[in-house]
């Protein structure tokens, strides 16, 4: 990132670790092709199968891990490939889930986010299908051989807000989470399949993988990745993956020192917290400043050298009213006026406080 800028923008990407850059230009310079049957292809193999097994292990998960391009091809694999007869998600997901999951099932959120059915006492066994509604036998174990799949964000990528997957009840139902943003900054949550992306806890871009309980839960469709994935893996992405996720530090509670002084600045100046009392990550928060458009408000940003966005990096592009916003109850006018920033390991207390002073000085003169 540019010295003379202040980057609050990490939900979108956030710089590569050193020790993650380290490990991708040691190994640009001496990788083979892993499927390759000579003794550079081997050695290029073992590297690999030794990074997936340091991924697993970093990450605290103990199912198999197919490497993919990042998040969204994990979620257009997870999802699209799944044996089950249904998907359920819900109006807050990530575009990436939206668009591989079209008119899908959407469960009704309250106004911080929060998926309704989550908090239940039987959120989602009503979900599954039952053998006699199928037409189909019973698997003898309970579940139906054609299954719900529940796609639900762990830590959603705008307001910061974070569902309890836990509270899900799990009978008969795949739980497919998307933890880009919170894998390598909170402990995964028990799901069937999970999504995950490097860049956004300090790897490379281009890198993610889609971890797996059972193999099975997926078709196959031949190439890589024992038949999951088909393409040559990129083994120096996949190594600085493995670099980024071992050298990771916990920053989170001086981020949340952080965030809760900017969260009552930003009060204090008339602004208003996007989910204020919702349990939400500590680098993530969206603001709205009444009387200033999002645009408005990158566009000054962006000329006093700071970096934020507006909603998800995916679709911030075309500034469009935010769907996650929308879904939670803000009419189009105030979700039009909502910036999110997202702190990293880098951020300290001056790039807040540098932050707050502008964005308090905008919002005085939106009044004015």
Known sequence: MAANRLYLDHAAT?????????????????????????????????????????????????????FTSGASEAIAIGLLRAKAGRIVTSPVEHDAVLRVTGGAERLAVDGDGIVQNSVRAEPVEALSFSAEEKGGP???????????????????NETGVIQRLDHIDRAGVILFA??????????????????????????????GALLLRDLAL????GGQEQGYRAGTENLPAILAMAAALEAREDWLPRAAEMRARLDAGIEAAGGEIVARDALRIPAIASYRM????????????????????????????????SHVLGAM????????QVVRVSF??????NDV????????????????
């Not at 081997?42 to 340091?54: F, P, Q, S, V």
């Not at 019973?138 to 959603?156: D, F, K, M, P, Y």
């Not at 997926?218 to 469709?221: A, Q, T």
């Not at 990293?344 to 207390?349: A, E, F, S």
């Open 14 to 66: 956030t710089p590569m670790l050193p020790q993650a850059q380290a490990a991708m230009m040691a190994a640009m310079a001496v990788w083979a092709n892993p499927s390759s049957p000579h003794a550079d292809g081997r050695a290029a193999r073992a590297a690999l199968e030794d990074a997936r097994r340091r991924i697993a292990a970093a990450l605290g998960w103990d199912g198999h891990v197919i």
């Open 138 to 156: 019973s698997t003898g174990s309970g579940r139906t051989e054609e299954r719900t799949i529940l796609a639900i964000q762990h830590v959603n």
């Open 178 to 207: 998307d933890c880009a943003q919170s894998a390598g900054k909170l402990p995964l949550p028990d799901a069937d399949m999970i999504a995950i992306s490097a860049h956004k806890f300090g790897g490379p871009p281009g890198i």
């Open 218 to 221: 997926i078709e196959p469709s």
């Open 290 to 321: 009444p009387g200033l458009s999002a645009r408005a408000q990158l566009i000054q940003f962006d000329l006093k050298g700071i970096s934020v966005s507006a909603g998800s990096a995916c679709s911030s592009g075309s500034l469009r009213t």
């Open 329 to 336: 109850g803000w009419d189009e006018e105030a979700a039009g």
């Open 344 to 349: 990293g390991p880098q951020t300290c207390d």
């Open 353 to 368: 406080n540098s932050f707050l002073a502008v964005w308090s000085a905008m919002a005085e003169r939106a009044r004015q």
